[in-house]
T-cell receptor, first 115, second 114 residues
Framework: AQKVTQAQTEISVVEKEDVTLDCVYE???????LFWYKQPPSGELVFLIR??????QNEISGRYSWNFQKSTSSFNFTITASQVVDSAVYFC????????????FGAGTRLTVKP | DGGITQSPKYLFRKEGQNVTLSCEQN?????MYWYRQDPGQGLRLIYY???????QKGDIAEGYSVSREKKESFPLTVTSAQKNPTAFYLC?????????????FGPGTRLTVL
């Protein structure tokens, strides 16, 4: 069964620090998709990125970057120069192409950025 | 503005009662989803629908029911058979079916059973 582990329950940093959120996944499928979502205090999840299993290129979007490594089954998310507005719960998720009725979310990492 | 609306934001129900959570989208998305979120946990998929008049069970469908009579609407009924219904419920949609697509989420409904 597919599984997503976010070992960091809570992280607290001071503004302008860099922070990396870890995500480790398990799957038997060769085709799968990985996601990161942000859940601010308002509650609704905001999509950040999707990566398919055939694309291991790292991605950078402004202060956000993602490091996908199939060899270690990890899809880590780094925020550079963190800001108070980055405070939220971040979820990593996995969807397998062959299992069309499930999307597995990690338990989430609560990031607090202090001014 | 395009988006997903969920109502009500907070819902209280007595034990043994059925309750229906509303989800509406004006994004013209084909697929819609319902998730449950418990404190300190990730989201778990309850039901999803790829097209009108069709829906599939997710990981934790027991005690829930859905309908998809219109493209824009995907209401979720929490029945009395659901043993522990107190949770935060999130509705989402995506352009096409398949859980590998980017999903857009509503603001959620927090259900409390008294």
């Amino acid at each position: 069964a597919q599984k997503v582990t976010q070992a960091q329950t809570e992280i607290s940093v001071v503004e302008k620090e860099d922070v990396t959120l870890d995500c480790v996944y398990e799957t038997r499928d060769t085709t799968y998709y990985l996601f990161w979502y942000k859940q601010p205090p308002s509650g609704e999840l905001v999509f950040l990125i999707r990566r398919n299993s055939f694309d291991e290129q790292n991605e950078i979007s402004g202060r956000y970057s993602w490091n996908f490594q199939k060899s270690t089954s990890s899809f880590n998310f780094t925020i550079t120069a963190s800001q108070v507005v980055d405070s939220a719960v971040y979820f990593c998720a996995l969807s397998e192409a062959q299992v069309d009725n499930d999307m597995r979310f990690g338990a989430g990492t609560r990031l607090t950025v202090k001014p | 503005d395009g988006g997903i609306t969920q109502s009500p934001k907070y819902l209280f129900r007595k034990e043994g009662q059925n309750v229906t959570l509303s989800c509406e989208q004006n994004l013209n998305h084909d697929a819609m989803y319902w998730y449950r979120q418990d404190p300190g946990q990730g989201l778990r998929l309850i039901y999803y629908s790829q097209i009108v008049n069709d829906f599939q069970k997710g990981d934790i469908a027991e005690g829930y029911s859905v309908s998809r009579e219109k493209k824009e609407s995907f209401p979720l009924t929490v029945t009395s058979a659901q043993k522990n219904p107190t949770a935060f419920y999130l509705c989402a949609s995506s352009m096409a079916g398949g859980l590998y697509n980017e999903q857009f989420f509503g603001p959620g409904t927090r259900l409390t059973v008294l």
